[in-house]
């Protein structure tokens, strides 16, 4: 079964960004450090990315995010999604408008304009065909930015959440939660490495 996996990092203090974030500052001012993890050289750090990297079948991101990974300082042919992995699945973008154009066209990008349920769906099929085709179950990953996760964690979407709980206190930015309805979480693993703390909960 195709499971709705949220992905992301975070700080201490509960931000996926640093303040300011924008196209020209994609993580923020700090950001970075948040996303150190996929770049280091811990066997742990990059056996998480690997397997994480495969097991996608379909991405789901929201249209801010869009707009950085696909903008002039965005992902490149060595820093894509998977960080040095680039990976190649489907990418669905929640968005109200279609971009007026693509600069990363050589990925599969489809744009809903019908709500993030939507979005969610499009993407289940898309990661189920692929499964089919390699012989292996697939997830579903929603990889941000935190107004996306948060609002699919509220309306019920996610069955994974994997947190990269990174050492750092960015003091503001972009805050994963916001005052959402209440969750119970179930813990499946945690994995400490010597950049950050890999945490995975079912959410039920």
């Known amino acids: 079964m ?9 700080s201490l203090d ?15 001012t700090g950001g970075e450090a948040l996303h150190t993890w996929a770049f280091s050289d811990d066997p742990d750090d990059q056996r998480l990315l690997r397997d994480g990297t495969a097991q996608t079948g379909a991405v789901v991101l929201g249209r ?6 696909d903008g002039p300082h965005g992902w490149t042919d060595e820093t894509g999604y998977g960080a040095g992995e680039v990976g ?5 973008v929640v968005t109200s408008t279609q971009p007026d154009s693509v600069r990363l066209t050589d990925l599969d990008w489809t744009f809903v304009t019908t709500g993030l349920s939507d979005a969610v769906s499009t993407a289940r ?15 579903v990953v929603l990889m941000g930015g935190g107004a996306t996760i948060g609002s699919a964690l509220a309306a019920g979407l996610v069955d994974t959440l994997t947190l990269h709980l990174a050492p750092v206190v960015l003091g503001a930015g972009t805050p994963l939660f916001t005052g959402a309805a209440p969750r119970t979480l179930v813990q499946r693993s ?6 950050v ?4 909960y079912d959410v039920v």
């Open 125 to 139: 099929g898309r990661a189920e065909s692929a499964s089919t085709d390699r012989g292996e179950e697939l997830d």
């Open 88 to 92: 190649k699945p489907s990418f669905v």
């Open 2 to 10: 195709t499971r709705i996996v949220a992905d992301i990092s975070v």
């Open 190 to 195: 945690v994995t400490p490495t010597s950049t």
């Open 197 to 200: 703390t890999h945490l995975t």
């Open 14 to 28: 509960g931000f996926v960004t640093g303040p300011d974030p924008g196209p020209d500052n994609g993580l923020g």
């Open 64 to 69: 801010r995010l869009f707009d950085i990974v």
